[in-house]
């Protein structure tokens, strides 16, 4: 306003100085009249114009959304020739009508498919819509390229928060050399998250990301809501401390997970809840879905599945604001790694020997009524819920067999849903990872003092 007053009164100058001279001239009415005319749209067009580039009514600018969630498939794997990622896509896409109009859901798709390159879609009312098609094929598991991705969708969906799902292959905490590798290592067995063979083949060597690889990514992205790993064998307690500075909550299953993963046609909606305690209906919903599943023909006329009817997938979450606590309450109880009696404890991985034993059974074998009473009030605050299944789906025969003829000593009080390693001597002697060699790089190594230990 305070220019357009400028402006009226620079051209009003103008006109008192040109009818000076008019009246100097004697110029006759008519003329003046024109004249006046023709200034007053001169003004009429400047203040106009003033008006639309004035600072002071700037142009609106696109109100941040609420919630934006990004699900990340990396399907470039057996979870895509298998029809898996299309299934779940599907799923996603039939899902999406519950999101609320101030949320967003953003996909990177990587498929196994010659014919298909990498793309992300923003997914709304069951329409897909193209943001970006990438003219070529690369690693989803590399993680300069997690950051692009997820930075080139944060960079057009502004938030107030985000939330992260991490869709495919993962085995936890397990880690080779600390970059993708560049060659097949000896007996291929280096994973972590994200398997991906990069020339849309299932068969040929699959190269993973490392969790001390993904942490530092995260610590070039906005810090998440929460990350629903969607994936094997995540609920690690190293993994969980590894991501604690990246997101508030870290949601997954401690156990390898059906294929199928999340039935996300109905747990979609829950990523978009609003609640303090939204977790539970993911998890209730997650885990009611294989309840209600394993009942069908399907899974109890089979021997190797028929051991699942009445059972589900375990699950749980971690709390970040109280992780501190519990690695200052484990690390006033630990002993010596050797002195840790791991017989008839359930463990939710295998390789050729059984790792990722549950936490809470371990430390109830190591401490004192009264010392594991005061640690589980750390473990509570930390996992504050978890679902329960003292059985769930293995590709390993040892593990399947243990679960079947009810090896394991665990029920709902002791159960954690979150498993620890143990360093013990067993395991310098593995063929196939060098567990003690590489468990150090991990944050919660140190943070529990397991160094005290080592020779």
Not at 63 to 87: C, K, P
Not at 191 to 207: F, I, K, L, M, P
Not at 251 to 270: R, T
Not at 364 to 393: G, H, Q, T
């Amino acid at each position: 306003m305070a220019t357009d007053i400028i402006v009226f009164i620079i051209l009003f100058k103008i006109w008192n100085a040109k009818l000076r001279k008019f009246e100097q001239k004697n110029v006759t009415l008519p003329k003046i009249i024109y004249q006046m005319k023709k200034l007053i749209c001169i003004c009429a067009a400047a203040l106009l114009l003033n008006s639309c580039n004035d600072d002071s009514e700037p142009t609106p600018v696109a109100t941040a959304v609420q919630r934006a969630v990004i699900v990340y498939m990396s399907g470039e794997n057996n979870l895509g020739t298998q029809g898996y990622l299309g299934e779940d896509l599907n799923e996603i896409i039939t899902g999406s009508k519950s999101i609320p109009e101030d949320d967003r859901l953003v996909v990177f798709v990587d498929n196994s498919s010659s014919r298909e390159t990498p793309y992300i879609i923003e997914v709304r009312n069951e329409v897909c819509d193209t943001i970006v098609k990438f003219d070529k094929d690369f690693y989803a598991s590399d993680p300069a390229r997690f950051v692009d991705i997820i930075k080139t969708i944060q960079e057009k969906y502004q938030a107030k928060e985000y939330g992260l799902v991490l869709w495919g292959h993962a085995t936890g905490w397990l880690v080779t050399a600390d970059s993708i590798a560049e060659s097949k290592p000896a007996n291929g067995r280096k994973h972590a998250y994200g398997a991906d063979t990069g020339n849309n083949q299932s068969y040929s060597y699959e190269r993973w990301m490392n969790i001390t690889q993904m942490a530092r990514a995260m610590k070039q992205l906005p810090h998440f809501k929460y990350i629903f790993a969607d994936c094997c064998c995540m609920m690690n307690v190293e993994v969980a401390y590894e991501l604690r500075n990246a997101t508030d909550y870290l949601i997954g299953s401690p156990a390898e997970i059906p294929g199928k993963g999340a039935p996300y046609h109905i747990v979609m909606k829950d990523l978009f809840l609003r609640t303090d305690d939204f977790y539970k209906t993911l998890m209730d919903d997650y885990y009611n879905y294989y309840i209600s599943l394993y009942k069908n023909i399907e899974y109890t006329g089979s021997s190797m599945t028929s051991y699942l009817k009445g059972h589900s997938v375990p699950l749980a979450v971690v709390d970040m604001r109280y992780i501190e606590q519990l690695a200052s309450a484990t690390r006033n109880l630990l002993k010596e790694p050797d002195a840790f009696e791991t017989d008839s404890v359930p463990y939710y991985f295998i390789t050729d020997v059984p790792i990722m034993y549950d936490m809470g059974c371990l430390m109830e074998r190591i401490c004192s009524n009264d010392d594991y009473r005061l640690w589980k009030e750390a473990l509570n605050k930390a996992v504050p819920y978890r679902l329960f299944s003292a059985r769930w789906m293995t590709i390993y025969n040892t593990l399947r067999n243990d679960m079947k003829r009810n090896y394991f000593l665990f029920n709902e009080d002791n159960f954690t849903g979150i498993s620890m390693f143990v360093p013990k001597t067993l395991y310098n002697f593995s063929s196939l990872y060098q567990y003690n060699a590489t468990i150090p790089s991990f944050s919660w190594y140190q943070a529990v003092g397991w160094d005290r230990f080592a020779d």
